[in-house]
């Protein structure tokens, strides 16, 4: 018997499409409140995110993970910029062998390693969360408050997420 062309295959020739999509409805309650608010709930590390959280079909994307990884990359951010780099942003770049620019790099860093090594002590790992916290500790989003939106838009980002995937596994079978 021959397979409709509306069938299964069709849904798994069409997978890279559905996935896409997915992926940019991740990002619609985060954008949306973003326009509305005018405030920083979409960011560069929420696309690696939702990229992952539509194409990764695994138990790997757990909002531990997602969640927590974030949430490290936020507090290794805030203690490296605010210990190093403080006052600085990566944008507009300082001189080349600046002080500045020596403090930056430091930051971005000692961020890095903290992030590691907090994901890898919890169980938390997620490389976006390394994205995350160099646009903390490069000065781009290195509030208190930055950092509320950030977590918040990660959180929105997984619930919205656990809705989706229910769908999408009901579409798919």
């Known amino acids: 018997m021959q397979e409709s062309s509306f069938g299964w295959a069709a849904f798994t020739r ?57 949430l490290i990359g936020i507090v290794a951010g805030l203690i490296a910029y605010h210990t ?6 990566i944008v507009p770049a300082e001189p080349a062998y600046s002080a500045g620019q020596f403090r ?29 916290t160099l646009i903390v500790s490069l000065g781009l989003l290195s509030t208190v408050e930055d950092a509320a939106f950030i977590a918040v838009s990660v959180t929105l980002l997984y619930l919205v997420h656990l809705g989706g995937e229910r769908v999408v596994d009901a579409v798919a079978g």
Do not use: K, N
């Open 14 to 70: 069409a997978r890279p499409l559905v996935d896409a999509g997915y992926a940019g409805v991740l990002l619609v309650v985060t954008g949306t409140l973003a326009w509305v608010t005018g405030e920083a709930f979409v960011f560069p590390s929420l696309g690696p995110t939702a990229y992952l959280l539509a194409t990764v079909h695994t138990e790997i994307q757990t909002g531990r993970r997602v969640i927590g990884g974030h």
């Open 84 to 89: 190093i780099a403080s006052g600085l942003a």
């Open 104 to 132: 930056l790099i430091t930051s971005a860093v000692v961020s890095v390693v903290l992030t590691t090594a907090g994901m890898r002590a919890t169980g938390t790992e997620h490389a976006p969360a390394c994205a995350t």
